[in-house]
Each structure stands twice: as C-alpha cells, then as structure tokens.
C-alpha cells in the first residue's frame, strides 16, 4: 500500500477547532499532533485572525482588571 492510500481525507477545521489550537499556542500547551493537524487542515488566515482577535480580547482583560484594581484603591 502507498502512503496515499493510508490518508484520511482533508477534513477543514472548524471555529471551534481553530479557537481551541490558538488558545493552546498561546499559553504553551499545544501538543505536536494538533500543531501537525492544525499545519495540514488550517488555513493560516483564520489562525492569524483568531490569534489577533485573542489578543485583543487578553489586553481589554488585563486593562480592566487593572483599572478596577486602581479605583479601589484609590477609594
């Protein structure tokens, strides 16, 4: 048997797929079986789209965290 034979065929990956394997890049747990599925699947705009919409979504957390903790103590 060839090696084509013994692939799966390409199945795309969903938001939820993409959103998961970005949140796991970003806090270092991503394992090297879905990094190789997210290389032969994904499409690497959705990853850069997900990653910059986490990011954005990180900073407004930690700036308001911060702001909350700064008007109390102030108060």
């Known amino acids: 048997m060839t090696e084509e034979n013994n692939q799966q065929p390409r199945k795309e990956l969903g938001p939820l797929d993409i959103m998961k394997s970005v949140a796991a890049a970003m806090i270092g747990v991503q394992s090297d ?43």
């Open 33 to 75: 079986d879905n990094r190789e599925r997210d290389f032969e699947q994904g499409k690497p705009a959705h990853f850069i789209i997900a990653g910059v919409i986490f990011v954005i979504i990180f900073l407004l957390t930690i700036a308001t965290v911060v702001s909350s903790v700064l008007k109390s103590a102030g108060q």
